[in-house]
């Protein structure tokens, strides 16, 4: 069974630092593009950043940009979401997906997806 599995949420200050893990079983990451995604309570679900199966495509979110880096490591099938400068807006569930070859921003053109990761952060 297909597994996405996200790592690295929790609590930190306004102006800390996160770092998300997207890990694949099964499911070999390099032919997928993923994109991260987050929901905060009462809100929609948000693309945050996507890369291409090759990370020659990048993509991010204006409220996320120039804080936030997407990153792949295919040798250990895993995406990286590296948060900087967190801000309290942040606040949210981020879930990885996954489709083949390129990020798009809708949602409903993921194939697989994760059980979530909370991101909390404090003022």
């Known amino acids: 069974q297909v597994q996405l599995v996200e790592s690295g949420g929790g609590l930190v200050h306004a102006g800390g630092s996160l770092r998300l893990s997207c890990a694949a079983s099964?499911?070999?990451?390099?032919?997928?593009?993923i994109g991260w995604f987050r929901q905060a309570p009462g809100k929609e679900r948000e693309f945050v950043a996507g890369?291409?199966?090759?990370?020659?495509?990048?993509y991010y979110a204006d409220s996320v940009k120039g804080r936030f880096t997407i990153t792949r490591d295919n040798a250990k099938n895993t995406v990286y979401l590296q948060m900087n400068s967190l801000k309290p807006e942040d606040t949210a569930v981020y879930y990885c997906?996954?489709?083949?070859?390129?990020?798009?921003?809708?949602?409903?053109?993921?194939?697989?997806w994760g059980q979530g990761t909370q991101v909390t952060v404090s003022s």
């Open positions: 099964v499911l070999t990451l390099s032919s997928y593009g």
């Open positions: 890369i291409s199966w090759s990370g020659g495509s990048l």
């Open positions: 997906a996954a489709r083949l070859g390129i990020w798009v921003e809708n949602y409903d053109a993921y194939y697989y």
